[in-house]
T-cell receptor, first 112, second 121 residues
Framework: RKEVEQDPGPFNVPEGATVAFNCTYS??????FFWYRQDCRKEPKLLMS???SGNEDGRFTAQLNRASQYISLLIRDSKLSDSATYLC?????????????FGAGTQVVVTP | GAVVSQHPSRVICKSGTSVKIECRSL??????MFWYRQFPKQSLMLMAT?????????EQGVEKDKFLINHASLTLSTLTVTSAHPEDSSFYIC?????????????????FGPGTRLTVL
């Protein structure tokens, strides 16, 4: 079983619609959670951290469910520029810097 | 945010040659840098953790004699792929932590370099 699992998609979303997807993780000791965005053939860039109480950043909402060990990302009012692969990242601090585990990514394609 | 650069961005080489990739933190000091590899349509896989002034810590299955890591200063880590073969062709990405970043629970955020695309013929 993979340590971090994501639905690879693609999620085809009409412009202006809402899309949501989850990421499950296997290590219950995981401490930090992030969503990164990766455009084709580029490096990942931090989209947002995921806080225990859930958090929102503009059109993006992230949730954490520790009991079921998953995080979610919701994108409202999708823009064409939201088309990308969204990487779920989980960090468990086994040492001073922790260790990032990446999901394989969920591809989102926003269509006109 | 903090800036991490990588050089070269793309390299094509013949089988059997060695390739050195540089990762630099431009506006902060990074005692720890990370090297990842990403094959097409796959996740980033951590190869090793590079520690300034000491030996790198390699992940299981990564050959330390093949992927040489040197972290000689607080702003530079290098990854050398020795005797590269076609199966080493991949996207190599480094990242660094900025220990002074004060973004709450994202204190351990990693900043990624733009990546190096290696093609071994």
């Amino acid at each position: 079983r993979k340590e971090v699992e994501q639905d690879p998609g693609p999620f085809n979303v009409p412009e202006g619609a809402t899309v949501a997807f989850n990421c499950t993780y296997s290590n219950s000791a995981s401490q930090s959670f992030f969503w990164y965005r990766q455009d084709c053939r580029k490096e990942p860039k931090l989209l947002m951290s995921v806080y225990s109480s859930g958090n929102e950043d503009g059109r993006f909402t992230a949730q954490l469910n520790r009991a079921s060990q998953y995080i979610s990302l919701l994108i409202r009012d999708s823009k064409l520029s939201d088309s990308a692969t969204y990487l779920c990242v989980v960090n468990w601090a086994t040492d001073s810097w922790g260790k990032f585990q990446f999901g394989a990514g969920t591809q989102v394609v926003v269509t006109p | 945010g903090a800036v991490v650069s990588q050089h070269p961005s793309r390299v094509i080489c013949k089988s059997g040659t060695s390739v050195k990739i540089e990762c630099r933190s431009l506006d902060f000091q990074a005692t720890t840098m990370f090297w990842y590899r990403q094959f097409p349509k796959q996740s980033l896989m951590l190869m090793a953790t590079s520690n300034e002034g000491s030996k790198a810590t390699y992940e299981q299955g990564v050959e330390k004699d093949k992927f040489l890591i040197n972290h000689a200063s607080l702003t530079l880590s290098t990854l050398t792929v020795t005797s590269a073969h076609p199966e080493d062709s991949s996207f190599y990405i480094c990242s660094a932590r900025d220990p002074t970043s004060g973004r709450g629970s994202s204190y351990n955020e990693q900043f990624f370099g733009p990546g190096t695309r290696l093609t071994v013929l």
